[in-house]
């Protein structure tokens, strides 16, 4: 059914939630992995406008993504990585479409009302814009 599933990553403790699940799914029915990280911070936002070099932050997400690959793939998992620039819930949906993906998989943080308002819902956005089915994980501890 899921070939190829998008992995939407934080580079945070709510990644740790989410791998365990998506890299089950995964194994057993036989789908590659897109490890995706946006990264959306000032230099981010405008590093093809402005010709930036590379932010601290953006080297730090790509050494992540990688060590994160390494070891999906130690498992046997097909993994590929992309670090993307600009706006989340937009390239999400947008590099999910253009890779072909038949499911997005990210992690809920489970904001309420207010916390939604401020934070914003990257869940909420990607939903109302793709037609790519989302798995979502409760990224909050038991307990």
């Known amino acids: 059914m899921y070939k190829k599933i998008l992995v939407a990553l934080e580079n945070g403790d709510a990644d740790q939630r989410l791998l365990p699940h998506v890299s089950q799914l995964a194994q057993q029915v036989g789908a590659e992995l897109i490890l995706l990280h946006v990264a959306d911070g000032w230099a981010a936002r405008n590093f093809e406008q402005l010709k930036l070099a590379e ?50 998989a990210l992690a809920s943080h489970g904001h309420k009302l207010i916390g939604d308002i401020v934070h914003g819902s990257t869940i909420d956005k990607v939903r109302h814009n793709t037609t790519v089915p989302l798995l979502v994980i409760n990224a909050k501890k038991a307990g």
Not at 84 to 104: F, Q, T, W, Y
Request: some cysteine.
């Open 55 to 104: 932010s601290a932050e953006m080297k730090a997400d790509s050494e992540y993504l990688e060590s994160t690959a390494v070891s999906l793939r130690a498992t046997g998992l097909k993994v590929d990585t992309l670090l993307a620039l600009g706006n989340p819930p937009n390239e999400i949906v947008k590099i999910a479409a253009k890779s072909g993906c038949d499911l997005i």
